[in-house]
C-alpha cells in the first residue's frame, strides 16, 4: 500500500493551499481517510478526517471553518483544502488510511510520507 501525499509549499499568511494524497495498493471500502501534521518542536495532531461515503468528518478545533476535507473514492484520493493559513498550521502534513474512529490515532494503519507545508507572517 501507497499514499503519496503531495500539494505542500511556502505560503503568507492568509493564503491557502490544497493538499492531495493518492492512495494504491489494495481496495479502500468502508475506510477512514484523516490528515494529521507534526508542526516542528511539537507532538503529531489531528487535523481533519472522513468517512468512506463523506457522510462524516471531523476536524481539529484548530483548523474548523479554515479547513476541508473531501475525497474521490473512484481515485482513490483524499484532499485537504486549507484556506486562511496560520504561520502555526506550519507542519508536515501527513495522510492516513485505516478503519474506525475519525479522530483516533490507533484507526490508521497505513501512513504517507509527509508533505511540508510552510506559512510566512
Known amino acids: 500500500v501507497q499514499l503519496q501525499a503531495s500539494g505542500g509549499g511556502l505560503v503568507q499568511a492568509g493564503g491557502f493551499l490544497r493538499l492531495s494524497c493518492a492512495a494504491s495498493g489494495r481496495t479502500f471500502s468502508s475506510s477512514t481517510m484523516g490528515w494529521f501534521r507534526h508542526p516542528p518542536g511539537k507532538e503529531r495532531e489531528f487535523v481533519a478526517a472522513?468517512?468512506?461515503?463523506?457522510?462524516?468528518?471531523a476536524y481539529a478545533d484548530s483548523v474548523k471553518g479554515r479547513f476541508t476535507i473531501s475525497r474521490d473514492n473512484a481515485k482513490n484520493t483524499l484532499y485537504l483544502q486549507m484556506n486562511t493559513l496560520h504561520p502555526e498550521d506550519t507542519a508536515i502534513y501527513y495522510c492516513?488510511?485505516?478503519?474506525?474512529?475519525?479522530?483516533?490515532?490507533?484507526?490508521?494503519?497505513?501512513w504517507g510520507q509527509g508533505t511540508l507545508v510552510t506559512v510566512s507572517s
Open positions: 492516513a488510511v485505516g478503519w474506525g474512529r475519525l479522530m483516533s490515532v490507533a484507526t490508521y494503519v497505513y
Open positions: 472522513i468517512t468512506y461515503i463523506g457522510g462524516s468528518t
